[in-house]
């Protein structure tokens, strides 16, 4: 049978943590979950561990010495996902702002033929809760700026709520992903898009973290922005 695992970063959600993990394990497909987390002083890796009693087959954990940027969490947990020889790959925030119900339908998206299915929240209007209005407008404008910059026609292109099928990382060289923030997700795909793989958006509505702390930053949207316009220089002179 194919498996699936949600990868979730995760610095400083001990508010989050075992709520978000016993909301996966509490559907009816049988993802396992795992949580890559930077050393987090809150403890969040111990709740983690004391978890693992309970679910010692689904949950995992990769501990990370510092802070390094919700990006190289994820290739860490890529890897690790791809070497565990699991099928689908899933990227879910710690903090509920992606409802795991969705988990599902990003899944049968991917099952029935995306190769990379995204939890959006522009498809049909604006899907987002309790956001203050100058984040959902830079969200949405991030996407009509990438579309301007990169050609690449996605709704959502900052999104954080992804379904991976295994060959899409695969063909990917993970080692050249560097970015830490939203440009990390735009890189993504627009390294699934420049090669030519099925992209799917999946309406969902997104929600504003209740517990916990941002981690939003100003040098996040500096390198979102600069960002896109490096990826379509590397990619016009072939270094991409
Ligand atoms: N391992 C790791 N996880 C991180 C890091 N930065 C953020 N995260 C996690 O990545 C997820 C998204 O981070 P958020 O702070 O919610 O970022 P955001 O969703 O862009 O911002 P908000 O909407 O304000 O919550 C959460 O699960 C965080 O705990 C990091 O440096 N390392
Ligand atoms: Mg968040």
Request: aromatic content about 12%; hydrophobic content about 45%; glycine content about 6%.
């Amino acid at each position: 049978m194919s498996q699936g695992i949600v990868i979730i970063p995760t610095y400083n959600e001990i508010e989050n943590i075992e709520s978000i993990v016993r909301a996966v394990f509490a559907l009816s497909t049988p993802f396992h979950v795992l949580i890559v987390d930077d050393n987090s002083p809150d403890g969040t890796a111990q709740k983690v561990v004391e978890l693992q009693r309970e679910f010692p087959e689904r949950l995992h954990l990769e501990n990370r010495a510092k802070k390094s940027g919700l990006g190289t969490a994820y290739v860490h947990g890529f890897k690790w996902a791809l070497q565990n020889n699991f099928d689908y790959i899933f990227e879910m925030d710690a903090d509920f702002s992606h409802n795991p119900k969705d988990l599902e339908r990003l899944h049968e998206a991917c099952v029935n033929g995306a190769d990379m299915a995204i939890g959006s929240r522009y498809v049909t209007g604006v899907n987002v809760v309790n956001w203050p209005l100058n984040r959902v407008l830079m969200s949405y404008f991030a996407s009509v700026y990438v579309d301007f910059i990169m050609g690449m026609k996605i709704h959502d292109a900052t999104a954080g709520f992804v379904c991976y099928k295994r060959n899409v990382l695969e063909t990917i060289n993970l080692d050249k992903i560097k970015f830490i923030g939203y440009a990390f997700q735009i890189e993504m795909k627009y390294r699934t898009f420049v090669n030519k793989l099925k992209i799917v958006e999946v309406p969902i509505i997104f929600t504003d973290r209740t517990k916990g702390q941002s981690k939003m930053s100003n040098a996040i949207i500096k390198e979102a922005i600069f960002g896109v316009i490096t990826l379509r220089l590397k990619k016009i002179f072939n270094t991409l």
